[in-house]
């Protein structure tokens, strides 16, 4: 994989910033690259090359015929890949640094969100009939829970002969 | 083409205000922890708006979680805890349906089961009745068998490789009862407390067992051809882009169905 000029300044900031993993990351990501356009979206591909055969939960032996019946030659797990070419390398990370550091900040922040909209259920459940006026939902931290002193769990448990 | 200055400079700021401003819980390195907890509160919210369950948050002991405190969502492995305030909080699932039996089930994050192998399998996001939660928080220890739901998250971008759904399945296989834990036992999941609890139905082969649960991986990424053809196969769903509009609500739309028909599993 060649990287572009733009690129390896991107990496280069975000190792200098402490985000080191996150630049291995995108680099795996670019060399790993995407599936080629005939390989994606695939999904329904044996579903099609199918003859239709009911397929009954209850009896193995349709599933494996179901399985001899896919008429593709192509190997379902074979999967054919291209590198970002350099002239997508800038427009992939910036994509990449959306999903990556954006999305998973707002996800956070809507979770914590939505915690405080079930606490406060449970405060109106709690006090049926004696709740006035209106409470504004306020967000619920949430946070790392640290591990307490636990011991083995496995010596608490009673003796099950794995199968 | 280099990149302009001005950009090289905003994104040495954003990446600075970034961190100074976020918990280490979002930052990239922390193993999407934000997703399990987005992923957790959103079907906890899809149950809540359903009027079929009432949802509550619990602390570690399974008393409610007072006004004012913290959810504390784990981030290390571990079976069920002996009961503690302070240990993991989860999200507790009240069946409200009149004329219909109380259910009491619980969401938890990263919760470990143990499998039939002896083997742990951390399982980002799993719902389990209470009554094989409870008797464990007595002492400690893990849940047995299937989860009603199981949800790998995953942050990567990338197309998911088949390896990764490979992991998700052995995951199940390993935890599904196709044989019988005890003699005359049929059941899907148990807790090998004193007495032995025991819920749910045993299935004949694993598919069946898979095909009455909701189990997916959740990905801010998409998947690859083997990926996507080795899941549906085993019913595990592809939740892929998870981030994107509408995304999310599939998850729940499948997580709200095995609610309905809980009875059945």
New interface residues.
């Given amino acids: 994989m060649a990287a ?3 690129l390896l ?2 990496v280069n ?2 190792n ?4 080191g ?2 630049a291995g ?1 995108l680099l ?2 670019v060399n ?1 690259g ?2 080629l356009s005939d ?2 979206g ?2 329904d ?3 099609v090359a199918l003859t239709g055969k009911i397929v009954r ?2 009896d ?1 032996r349709n ?1 494996e015929q179901r399985f001899f019946d896919t008429t593709e030659g192509l190997d ?4 054919r890949r291209e590198p970002i070419p350099a002239s997508e390398q ?1 427009r992939f990370a910036a ?2 640094l959306r ?3 954006v ?6 922040a ?2 914590e969100k ?2 405080g ?3 406060i ?3 109106r ?2 006090q049926a009939g004696s709740v006035r006026g209106f409470r504004s939902p306020r967000p ?9 002193e ?2 083995c ?2 010596c ?5 002969q ?2 | ?3 302009p200055a001005h950009i ?1 400079r905003d ?2 700021s954003a ?2 205000s ?2 100074a401003k ?8 922390s193993a ?4 399990e ?2 992923l ?3 079907l ?2 899809a149950a ?1 708006r359903s009027g079929r369950w ?4 619990r602390q ?1 002991d399974g008393s ?2 007072p ?1 004012g ?8 492995q ?2 069920i ?2 009961s ?1 305030p ?4 989860f ?1 507790q699932l009240d069946r409200a349906v009149p004329g219909v039996d109380t259910l009491a089930l619980e969401l938890h994050g990263s919760l470990q089961w143990k499998g ?3 083997a742990t399998h951390e399982i980002d996001v799993s719902l389990l009745p209470q009554s094989i939660a409870q008797p464990l928080r007595a ?4 849940p ?1 068998g299937l989860p009603i739901a199981g949800y790998e998250c995953k ?5 998911a ?2 390896d990764e759904m490979r992991e998700t399945i052995a995951r199940l296989f390993d935890l599904a009862l196709v ?3 005890y003699p005359g036992w049929d059941c899907r999941m148990f807790a ?3 007495p ?1 609890v025991r819920w749910g139905r045993r299935q ?2 694993y ?2 067992f898979f ?1 009455t649960g909701a189990y997916g991986v959740v990905r ?2 998409g ?4 990926a ?3 899941g ?1 196969h085993y019913h595990v769903r ?1 939740h892929e882009g998870i ?1 994107g509009p509408g995304a999310i609500a599939a998850v729940e739309a499948r997580f709200l169905q095995v609610l309905d028909d809980v009875d059945n599993i």
């Fill in positions: 572009s000029e733009d300044e991107i900031i975000l200098a910033e402490g985000f993993a996150l990351e795996i990501e790993v995407r599936e390989d994606v695939a999904d591909v044996t579903e939960l209850d193995d599933v379902a797990s074979e999967v800038m994509e990449f999903m990556k550091l999305d998973p900040v707002r996800a956070w809507e979770a939505m915690a909209d079930l606490t259920e449970l405060t459940f709690q619920v931290r949430i946070e790392f829970a640290e591990r307490p636990e011991g769990l496995d608490r448990e009673t003796p099950y794995a199968r | 083409m280099a990149l090289a994104l040495r990446l600075r970034f961190r976020n918990s280490p819980m979002t930052v990239p390195t999407g922890r934000a997703l907890a987005w957790m509160m959103s906890a919210r809540q009432s949802v509550t948050l570690g409610q979680l006004l405190a913290t959810f504390n969502f784990p981030t290390y571990s079976g805890l002996p503690n302070t240990g993991p909080s999200v039939r192998s002896g002492h400690g220890g893990h047995r942050d990567k971008i990338g197309a490789s088949t044989t019988r834990p090998a407390t004193s032995h004949s082969i598919r069946a095909a801010a990424g998947f690859s051809r083997g996507r053809n080795l549906r592809r981030y």
